[in-house]
Structures are given as C-alpha cells and as structure tokens.
C-alpha cells in the first residue's frame, strides 16, 4: 500500500517489506521526480555493493527491418558517456575489484541512461561482439530449438522475430541500404528507452538515507518521455496457421525430445494465487501416478517437465517437455496420448484444496528460512521482479508466496490444455522422410505440417478419456512424507564463527569433520559423503561401470527422491576419479530419512536388463554428443586427459562402452563398495551426536572393508620438465562449426609450495583484466576470452582460453605477443596499484558468506584459503616479476607451455590477421584502424618472441604422457591432528 510519506521531492512508497526471519536489511521503495521507481536496500553486513537497472525492452521491440537492435544498443550504451568518455567505468571498477566506492560507481552506472555517446569509433567493434556471441551459439541446438520457436510463431506477434542479432544483421544490411547504423541506433534508443519503464535496485552498507540522497542526485536527471508500458495483449503467438501443427526437427546433437506447446492466459495480476503452479506440479510430478513414473515405468520416457512460461506482458505459454528413450521416439504417439490422458484426470475433479495447501506450506517454509542470495542476484532478481506492477511493493521479497486458493483460476488455465489449442515439435536426428524446409537465422532443417485427422482424433479421446480407459497406474499424488515439521534453531550469540570444522573421528575406516551452524541459524544442514574406492577409475572400462552405476541408483531413486525435492531436500550422487560422492541438503527434519534410501540405494542396486539398456544409450549419447558441444566447452577435457594421471576423454569412453554389458556391471559393483575409506562432513543445524550417529549409518548401511589411507589412490599429474612447448592438435567433429579454440596453457610447477601458489594467484588476479581487454575489446579475437589459474593436483597452471573464427596458430601468436607486453606494463605498475591487486584478490579469497552452502563449500578448502591470504600479503611486486619472468614469459628458457588446438573443419572465411583491413564506411576504417593499431601496439613488444621454442606436436598422447615424470601426490598442508575434537559434546 502507498504511504502517503514525502523526503523532498522524493515519493515514499513502501517502508515495510514482508521479510524472511533472517532477513536483516532494511528496504525502502522510493520514486523520483522523474517517475523512476527506486527500490534501496541496506545491508550492514554485505562486503559488496551493487546495483541494477532494469529497462524493459528486449527483443520483442526490435524494427522488423532490423533483428537485434536491442542487443547492439544494450552494448553502445556502456561506450563511454559526455561525463565519463571512454571505457572508464569497467576501468574503476576493474580497479577495485568490486569493492569501488558505490557513489562513484552510481555516479557513472546513471550517466548511461542521461548521455551516453554512442562513439561511432567502438560501433564496429561492439557489433563485432555481438556476431562472435551469435556465432557461439548457432550450433547450440537449444538456442537452435528456441529460435525455430519464435520463427514458426504466428508473424503477428513479435515472437516471431531474431533473439539474438548478427553481423549481416546489423550491419552489412544496413551497409546495402545506404543506412548509418549509430544514427538508427541513436533513434531506437530515443523512441525505447525512457525512465518511467525503468526500475533501479540500489545495495550498500549505507545508511537508506545516504542511499536516497545519493539516487535522487544521480538519476533525477534520466529523462522521462512518459512512454506507455508495453503490453502484447490480444495478440495471438499461436494462431490457427499454427495450432494442431506438428513439426519434426534434425538437432546437431543426437536428441530425442518431445516438446508440447499450448497457449494459455497471461497470469500477470494473478500474484497472490499463482494458479499455473498448481498445473506444474501435478503435471511434472514424478512420484508414483505420475504421468512421468507410468512413461518411465513403460521405458519410454526419462524426463518431464512443464511450465507456464511468460513470453512477454500478456502472452503465455505453456510447455510439457520430455526426453524420450530410443522406444519412446518410435512410440511417441503413445507418449502425447498418455499425457493427455493424464490430464483428463485432472479435468474430472475440482482442484484439491490439500495439494494446494501443501505448496503453500511448503512454499512459506522456504520463504520463512531463505538465506541471502549475493549482492548481484538480489538486485537484478529485484529488478526485474518491479516490472510486475500488481505486485504490492510489500511483497516484493516474498512473490513465491501462495496467498490463497484460486480454483476457478486453475481450471481456466487447465481448460487450455486440451488437443486444438496445441502443437508439438519432435526432435531427431532420425526421421522417416525429408526435413523440407529451413530456418532463417540458424539454418536448422525441419518440416511443419498439420496434425493428422487420424491422430486428432485420438487425442480428443484421450483427452475425454474416462477412468475406465486411463492407465490403472496413473493416479494423483499422496501426501508427500518429507515436508518439514521440526524447524527449530537454538540460536546463540557468536562473536566470531568457526573457521572450520573439527575432526570428531578419525580411523583406517572413516573421517567426520563437523560444525555446527554458528551464523545462519537455519533449520538446514548439508551432508557430504566421499566415498573413497581403489577401483573407481583405474581404466576407462572402470570409469564408465563407474558412472553407469551412479546414474542407475539415480534413475532408481527418482520416484522416491522427487518428493523430498519438492519439499525442500536435495540429494545427488556423483563418481569421481577417487570413488564416489553423495551430498544431501535442505531441511535437517528428515535427513537422515533420506540418506538412508540413498545408501540402500547405492548397496542394494538391482539391475534390470530393461533399465541398463536405457541408461546406457543415455551415457552413450552423451560421449556421443560431447563432440558437438562448443569447442570451448569441449577443451578442459582434454587438457585434463593430458595432464591428469588418470583422467579419459569422452572419445575414450565411448570406445570401451559397447562391450560392457548389464553382466558386467554386476560383477564390478561388489567392486566397487567392497573396500573404501569414507570421508564425511556434516554441517549445520546438527549437533555432533547427530554427526556420529550419520557416521554409523554410513558404516553400517555400506559395511566395506576398511581402506587404510597408505592404500589411497594417490592424485597426481604430469609435471611439465622446464623449457619444454608442446602442441596437442584434434580436429573438431561437428562440419558445421566456424569457431575454432585455443587453450595456452602454462605449467609453473608444483602448488605444494605455498608461496609458489600465492604467487600465482596474484598473477592471475593481475593478468585477467589486462588480458580480456586486450584479446577480447581491443583485438576482438572472439566473445569467450579468460584467462585463470587452474590445479592439477599438485600442479598449477596459468592458461589463456579463446574460442574464436580465426586460427589457432594466429590465436596463439597474439597470446605471445600480450605476453610480452604484459612484462612491460608489470614493470611499469605502481606499488600503489600492485597493492589494490593483493587487496582485490585477499577480498575475493575472504569474501563473505552469504549462506549456509556457500559456507560448506569452502570447508573441503577450509585451510587453503587462509594460508593464501598469509603468503599473498607477503608478496611484492619483484616477486611477481620474477615468477613471470621464470614461468610466464614466452621466451623464458624455463618456461613449460602446453598449447590445445581445437581446429574446426568450417570456416566463415576470416582470414586472421587480413581480416580487418577493408572496409566501406567511414565508421568502419575507424574502427579497423583501432583495432590495427592496438595490435600494432602490442607488437612493438613482440621481439623477442621470435625466441620461442618451436612446439613439439603431441602424437600419441598415451606414449607422451608415458615419457614424462609425475607430480607428487597430494598431501594435507596441515597435521589433520590440530582438527581433532573427539571431546566436544556441541
């Protein structure tokens, strides 16, 4: 409700937020002059402050003429302003590494929506941007499947246009047409953006008055144009040319997917009630009566989703997605048969005022419990959410709240679920006849055409279908046995929390650390089990009986597990090189419930032939697909297979795999948990008898043999001898893919030294910034440049990743030559900047915690972490010389380079370095002659690069790895004795 409150010429509209208990921010709603909407949040505890700003116009505004504007101008805006011209605001912040003072950050942040310039001299380079993220993409079937969505939309909604926007889009269309692209940019941006449709989030650790005082200073002047809010009301995304339409499409990947479409009512003012939810969590729940366990039971489908999905203001759909098996493709009829079946059940009762009831229960018991979310997903999430105007400002932190029992609601949208208000797309690389037409943008195959009669009909029998002629199977939910009644917290004051967790049991057979939760008073806990095992990947036939196990106790858990999901506990199991893990989170209540079906589950595993087969084809297809993944998604594989000990590619795998068989399998599992060292650790809202009698579950439920810690597989890698360059060169599988990728890869030996690792962490720290702005801004190689320190066990490594058009031997020549000058400016660095890097990076290490996850995740990494804030405080700027010098420079003798080309077979025809030299406008040749003279720049450093050791191509990657020595293995950097705690009774 407004508040009739005023603070000048600023507007009051909401002091009071409903909060969770933990909540300890303070909110205030606020409006300009101007009309912008404002919400401010102090936060006295948050290490970073951060601010969002929401503006309300996507792709659905872009001109017909003209696909992608809004991406172009969403990028030209952060160019440079008339106040702060340039790249100055990445450069502050860069400087402070998110700690920059927040009114000089606002102060920028604001001037991009009064006066931004638009320079004509970075236009061609952000729209070179803007294609090498569209280029990313084009082989990625879910942005292909997206866009085939869109395209065969009804053309008289906007959906029907380009996501995303491209080079020829942009530009070479424009070129044509005689047309300056900054001046029709300029016009977009004066006809769309206007502050009455923006929404500003605003974080810090001021106080809301300094907040407000600071906001209406700097955003006042964000001019008003009083648009209208932009609504797509009455416009059909689905007409009749679309509806009862089947499409058939070829993926890239090998995909089998079932996805069905329905229009469905806009639920915008629907907040309190959010009837769709009710409709979701029937149709996709998976315990038993599902539609999901009865397909699955069938062998015809392993995954099911739906969802109301809102498109845009005042248009819906709603999605039931599955992944279907082999059998499930031939039978996939039958599948949409089932599923509307399963829904005439619904129709056949009003909605249940107990299921209902219980996601309500559920959802205030998540609400009541929510713990922080970082700064940067608070304010963007809270962003966003203010565009929803029926949402009362006081319920902005808590929208997931269901407020009541809306039936007629649920039955309006349940009436849309029905055979001629739908379509759907079936996904196969396989397909009995020709894929006769071809999406614009994207070039994906398909064929579109009406739904048989034949088939209508039995979809609106089904769709009618009484309980005599359903499934006896299919049946609605039971009362979920996993929802939360125990959420008692003994809360103390604590004035400093525990570091770490302690040992509280130690022997040959199992370790338990444990904390008990001393910040976030929830009534939450994690449980996390390694399960350490000597035969869990000591070949690749071992790795894949490996895996093969793990996802069939998952796929045998699914039914049981799904119910504890929806009420808030999670479990997951994974394999490993050293054994296997399991982690278990959510509410403490009925923890341990749940681990002990997930151990039963893990030792008592029956392999149904029926079911293996099913999950083999699975794991098959993913090896399969691996390939046809992005190039940059593919590479830390095989920098893994060449500098792990034990480490196998995808390609390996999906060798070995057809000769194992469900046999096999039942032969290796005894195996596999017959002797193993576990490892555990329990923290949260537990007491330490709880943490040992979770032990003694453990124990008593899997009962190996004891593995005494000198007979742990040790975890090494290759160590890189010095002065050594060597090339690993794969032709990539997918003949449609332009992008090739470069992974440059520098060994500076081993991290067991903590000083060498302090060294380079600080190194990374210095060169991210430098080395992004160089090969990505100003060279424009490609959209995904990082650069980051990365181990191997013991060994640490500095790499570069560029994914780009251009070759790899280009790519890595212009890694050299930054190189080369990164040693120049190093020099060059003051020691007042060196030192703003080792706060940056100190800041990032003690970062603070915002839950109770984030606080386990740095407990496997408890004591690493503050041994390097000690070694990097001690490091000057001569230490990081000396280490680039020995390790990093492309011509050091010392230096040990492992270089991964990932090389694709097509090409768009860019022809590396020639590329930027001709141009037809005026504002292109500026931008060309930018981009040349940078890496002018950059090679006036380069001399000595041409002393680089010439590569020594990798062959045959088993004898390689054979000729070379191994690190040592890795060992505690602490006697685990200063941990023991077998005394303490918290």
Not at 398 to 425: A, C, M, T, Y
Not at 478 to 494: G, I, N, S, Y
Not at 667 to 683: A, F, K, N, T
Not at 723 to 739: C, F, I, M, S
């Amino acid at each position: 409700m407004r508040e009739a409150l005023h603070s000048g010429s600023v507007e009051h509209l909401s002091d009071k937020m409903e909060k969770s208990l933990l909540d300890d921010r303070l909110y205030r709603v606020i409006q300009l002059p101007n009309h912008l909407e404002i919400l401010l949040i102090h936060d006295p505890d948050t290490d970073k402050a951060t601010a969002a700003m929401d503006v309300k116009v996507g792709s659905f505004s872009d001109p017909d003429d003209l696909p992608g504007t809004t991406d172009a101008v969403e990028l030209f805006c952060f160019m440079g302003t008339k106040k702060y011209p340039g790249d100055e605001y990445s450069t502050y912040l860069t400087k402070y590494d998110d700690k920059a003072p927040l009114y000089g950050a606002l102060d920028r942040f604001s001037q991009f929506f009064i006066q931004p310039l638009f320079l004509a001299d970075t236009l061609e380079r952000e729209l070179r941007a803007v294609d090498s993220e569209y280029k990313k993409i084009l082989q990625s079937d879910a942005w292909r499947l997206m866009q085939l969505s869109r395209s065969t939309s009804s053309d008289k909604h906007p959906r029907n246009n380009l996501a995303a926007g491209n080079y020829q889009c942009l530009r070479e269309i424009l070129v044509s047409w005689g047309v300056n692209f900054r001046k029709r940019s300029i016009e977009f941006y004066k006809a769309y953006y206007s502050v009455n449709r923006m929404k500003l989030v605003v974080l810090g650790r001021e106080p809301l008055q300094e907040l407000e005082s600071w906001v209406q200073e700097l955003f006042s002047n964000v001019p008003n144009k009083n648009l209208h809010r932009l609504r797509w009301d009455g416009i059909p995304v689905l007409d009749e040319p679309e509806l009862m339409t089947q499409i058939f499409v070829k993926p890239v990947m090998e995909l089998r997917l079932l996805n069905i479409h329905f229009t469905y009512p806009d639920e915008e003012d629907l907040s309190a009630s959010h009837p769709s939810r009710y409709l979701e969590h029937m149709i996709r729940h998976e315990g038993p009566g599902s539609a999901f366990a009865y397909l699955k039971e069938l062998g015809l489908v392993d995954y099911l989703s739906a969802e109301a999905s809102a498109q845009c203001p005042g248009t819906t759909l709603f999605y039931i997605e599955t992944r279907l098996t082999e059998k499930g493709m031939q039978q996939y009829r039958e599948v949409i048969k089932i599923i509307f079946q399963y829904i005439a059940m619904l129709k056949e009762s009003p909605p249940l005022a107990w299921i209902s009831d219980e996601m309500s229960r559920l959802a205030e018991v998540e609400f009541k419990f929510r713990q922080k979310l970082p700064p940067s997903q608070t304010v963007s999430g809270l962003a966003q959410l203010m565009q929803k105007a029926c949402i009362p400002r006081e319920h902005l932190l808590s929208p997931s709240l269901i407020r009541k029992l809306d039936p007629e609601n649920i039955e309006r949208g349940l009436s849309h679920l029905r055979p001629d208000n739908f379509r759907f797309v079936v996904v196969d690389q396989q397909f009995l006849g020709d894929w006769n037409a071809t999406e614009k943008w994207y070039e994906t195959e398909y064929k579109l055409e009406k739904i048989p009669e034949d088939f209508m009909q039995e979809l609106s029998a089904a769709g009618r279908a009484p309980v005599t002629e359903r499934p006896s199977k299919v049946h609605l939910p039971a009362v979920k046995e996993f929802v939360p009644q125990r959420l008692e917290v003994k809360q103390k004051d604590v004035t400093d929390p525990a570091r770490y967790p302690t040992l509280i049991r130690h022997d040959d057979s199992i370790r338990v650390w444990f904390k008990k939760d001393d910040q976030f008073w929830v009534p939450k806990a994690n449980i996390k089990l390694f399960l350490r095992s000597p035969v869990a990947s000591v070949t690749p036939m071992n790795t894949i009986m490996t895996r093969l196990y793990v996802d069939l106790v998952e796929d045998s858990l699914k039914e049981y597990t799904y119910n504890a999901e929806i009420a808030g506990l999670n479990y997951s199991i994974s394999e490993s090189a050293q054994g296997l893990n399991i982690e278990i989170d959510g509410f403490n209540d009925k923890m341990s419930v749940l681990l002990e079906k997930v151990l039963l589950g893990v030792r008592d595993l029956n392999i149904k032939q029926e079911r293996f087969n099913v999950v083999k084809e699975k794991v098959r297809k993913a090896y399969k697909n691996f390939d046809y993944r992005e190039p940059y998604r593919q590479i830390d594989a095989f920098s893994r297979m060449l500098i792990s000990e034990r480490s196998w590619a995808p390609f390996e795998m999906l060798e070995e795999l057809p000769a194992v068989t469900a046999e096999d399998l039942r032969s290796y599992s005894p195996e596999l948990l017959r002797q193993m060292h576990i490892e555990i650790l329990v923290h949260g809202n537990l007491y330490r008898e709880d943490a040992l009698s979770i032990a003694e579950l453990v124990e008593s439920t899997l009962r190996p043999h004891r593995l005494p810690e000198a007979q742990w597989p040790p975890r090494r890698a290759i160590a890189l001898p010095s002065g050594v360059n060597y090339l690993y060169e794969r032709v990539l599988k997918n003949p449609d893919n332009v992008n090739h990728c470069l992974e440059y890869i520098i060994s500076v030996g081993s991290i067991s030294d903590r000083v060498q690792r302090a060294k380079l962490l600080l190194f990374a720290q210095i060169a991210n910034e430098p080395c992004f702005n160089t090969l990505r801004t100003k060279e424009q190689l490609g959209y995904i440049v990082n650069s980051e320190a990365s181990v191997y066990a013991t060994v640490g490594t500095w790499c570069i990743l560029v994914q780009s058009e251009r070759n790899c031997k280009y790519l890595e020549e212009r890694c050299d030559a930054f190189l080369v000058k990164l040693e120049r400016d190093l020099r060059a660095m003051t020691d007042e900047t060196f030192e703003e890097h080792k706060i940056g990076l100190i800041n990032k290490r003690l970062g603070k915690l915002k839950n109770l996850g984030q606080e386990a995740l740095r407990f496997w990494n408890h004591i690493r972490i503050y041994c390097d804030v000690e070694n990097i405080e001690a490091l000057a700027k001569k230490d990081i010389l000396e280490f680039f010098n020995q390790y990093i420079h492309p011509s050091s003798p010392t230096g040990a380079k492992l270089s991964i080309h990932l090389i694709a077979q097509a090409s768009t025809g860019v022809s590396a370095a020639a590329e930027d030299r001709t141009a037809t406008e005026n504002n292109t040749n500026a931008s060309t002659f930018n981009v040349e003279q940078e890496i002018i720049a950059v090679n006036e450093h380069e001399a000595s690069v041409s002393s680089v050791k010439a590569p020594v191509k990798i062959e045959d990657v088993k004898a390689w790895k054979a000729s070379l020595c191994l690190s040592v293995a890795a060992n505690p950097v602490r006697d685990l004795s200063e941990f023991d705690d077998f005394g303490s009774k918290l």
